[in-house]
């Protein structure tokens, strides 16, 4: 059983910045590509940043030079650094671990980030 808790949101000024992180328990987290995805009131859940299992990242548009994905194999987390936060970012941001080849996906239960002066 997979489980992804996320953590690090909570309400920042425009132009701050948050870490959010996400641990993920059980097995194999190294095959997994990762992703982090946000969801806003009245839209539909984005993406936002992934990073494969060999470690290639991809980033959305409107979050690229200012978002930074890592992933830590050895402690099973997987990070999102974000800088210069604008009140559009806010949204609940939620962790994803997906493996395409044996048809696994999961989704962490997602933390809040408020941009907000």
């Known amino acids: 059983q997979v489980q992804l808790v996320e953590s690090g949101g909570g309400l920042v000024q425009p132009g701050g910045s948050l870490r959010l992180s996400c641990v993920v328990s059980?097995?194999?987290?190294?095959?997994?590509?990762m992703g982090w995805y946000r969801q806003a009131p009245g839209k539909q859940r984005e993406l936002v940043a992934t990073?494969?299992?060999?470690?290639?990242?991809n980033y959305a548009d409107s979050v690229k030079g200012r978002f930074t994905i890592s992933r830590d194999n050895a402690k099973n987390t997987v990070d999102l650094r974000m800088n210069s936060l604008k009140p559009e970012d806010a949204a609940v941001y939620y962790c994803?671990?997906?493996?395409?080849?044996?048809?696994?996906?999961?989704w962490g239960q997602g933390t809040q980030v408020t941009v907000s002066s």
């Open positions: 994803n671990a997906n493996w395409p080849d044996l048809s696994r996906d999961y």
């Open positions: 059980g097995s194999f987290f190294s095959f997994y590509n």
């Open positions: 990073m494969s299992a060999s470690g290639w990242s």
